[in-house]
């Protein structure tokens, strides 16, 4: 095995089986130790159950007594391709923010649908999210098919129904694949209880899926999280994108100063080089302004300096908000007020209905196609591009939405 890695979301309605496919995942690729199996075992004799795959995720006491994954984890599995990561998403319709925060993250996705319960609007709003953040590489489990007695009219029918939907908002998915968490029956192996579905198990699906190109061939996006002076002045922060060398000439932004590497800070570590995913420290030739929220690249390909943006954004306050009114934009470090010029267009999530045209405001779990202006420029990334500069989140003292860049104007 290489070491390539995918990361992938997967996604869902409240009480699908999200939790118990990522335990039964990690269980049937050998990736849980004889401890994490026993202590599982321990808790679901305690309960009066059968053993639940889902307590492998829901491993905080709060979401046990709940019964819901309230926040957005991430865990391993390997299979003989690749590596893995999974980041589970929570269904609850409260906790859509985590869900964009989660999937925003990912190359491939599992949308899970239950057999017994069908399409519920949790299930197509997930799916609108996918759509908006540009996954395309999807998965579609039918999950809980023992329930409906392996049934394949009942796989067809809500197959059938999901995929319409799916059409509407341009997602095609890869593969559909009739599964039973609780089971195991097509998630790592095989099953004769569904002899009448030929096609690939969960696992076999995600090893055909490509990775992300390779960010350290991009270009360099060093973002800027702090500056520090002690005998030197060390700027700190993440190289999201390319490589950063010991002699590079690198260009601030959104001043534009020029100024050259003089070494690369890691703890313990003589390096002259960091690599994407890496957060470092580096110092400069020349005392030139940094601070947080700056973003450092090499002269090529650059990013967009601007103060006018257009995205897609998801509403996520149950408060309206209205065209023109004050809020803070978010996008790496950045941080800058902002307000909405222009509300494009307004769609219901779930139905893609739409709502409304040149709207003055956006309502709870609306979608909006916007032109944003920010109170000074910042320096962003059309979200198909780089990702960390093309996504962005806007909010007061909480997070209200989360939004891509779709369009940029200089």
């Known amino acids: 095995m290489n ?13 699908h089986g999200k939790s118990t496919l990522i335990g039964r995942l990690l269980y049937d690729t050998g990736s849980l130790s004889e401890g994490k199996i026993e202590e599982i075992k321990q808790l679901c004799e305690s309960l009066g159950k059968d053993i639940e795959f889902g307590y492998v995720m829901d491993h905080l006491e709060e979401e046990r007594d709940q019964g819901i994954t309230i926040d957005t984890a991430q865990t391993f599995f390997s299979s003989k391709k690749r ?9 609850h319709v409260e906790f859509l923010k985590n869900m964009i925060s989660g999937a925003s993250q990912a190359e491939a996705a599992i949308l899970i649908v239950d057999a017994e319960e069908g399409v519920k609007e949790q299930t197509k709003r997930h799916a609108y999210i996918l759509g908006m953040l540009g996954l395309s590489q999807v998965v579609v489990a039918i999950n809980k098919m023992d329930l409906v007695g392996y049934s394949r009219e009942t796989f067809e029918n809500v ?17 559909v694949i009739p599964i039973s968490a609780k089971q195991g029956h097509f998630i790592a192996h ?37 500056v520090y002076n002690f005998d030197k002045r060390i700027i700190a922060g993440r190289v999201e994108s390319g490589i950063i060398r010991k002699g590079d000439t690198i260009r601030i932004l959104p001043s534009g100063e020029e100024t050259r590497v003089k070494s690369i800070e890691e703890y313990l570590k003589d390096v002259t080089e960091a690599e994407t995913g890496k957060s470092i420290g580096i110092t400069t030739m020349d005392k030139v302004f940094i601070d947080r929220g700056n973003v450092i690249v090499k002269d090529g390909d650059l990013p967009v300096v601007t103060d006018r943006i257009r995205a897609n954004i998801f509403w996520m306050d149950k408060t309206p908000f209205k065209k023109g009114e004050s809020i803070w934009f978010r996008c790496a470090t950045q941080e800058v007020k902002c307000h909405i010029e222009k ?6 999530s779930s139905t893609l209905e739409l709502i409304s045209e040149d709207a003055q405001e956006i309502r709870n779990r609306e979608v909006a196609d916007i032109i944003l202006r920010t109170d000074k420029p910042v320096v962003v990334e059309n979200f198909n591009k780089i990702e960390e500069l093309g996504r962005f989140v806007l909010g007061k003292d909480d997070t209200l939405a989360g939004g891509i860049i779709t369009e940029l104007e200089q």
């Not at 995929?163 to 890869?174: A, E, M, Q, R, W």
């Not at 009448?196 to 090893?207: F, K, N, Q, S």
């Not at 509300?343 to 219901?348: D, E």
Request: overall charge negative; proline content about 5%.
């Open 3 to 15: 070491n390539e890695k995918l990361k992938f979301v997967i996604v869902g309605h409240v009480d």
């Open 343 to 348: 509300i494009n267009r307004v769609i219901n």
């Open 83 to 91: 590596d893995y990561v999974i980041i589970d998403a929570p269904g």
């Open 159 to 175: 197959k059938k129904e999901l995929l319409g939907f799916l059409s509407d908002i341009k997602i095609t998915p890869s593969y």
């Open 190 to 226: 095989r099953s004769s209880e569904m002899n009448w579905y030929d096609g690939p198990t969960i696992l076999e699906a995600l090893d055909t899926f490509k990775s992300r190109e390779n960010a350290n061939d991009k270009p360099l996006r060093f973002v800027v999280q702090d």
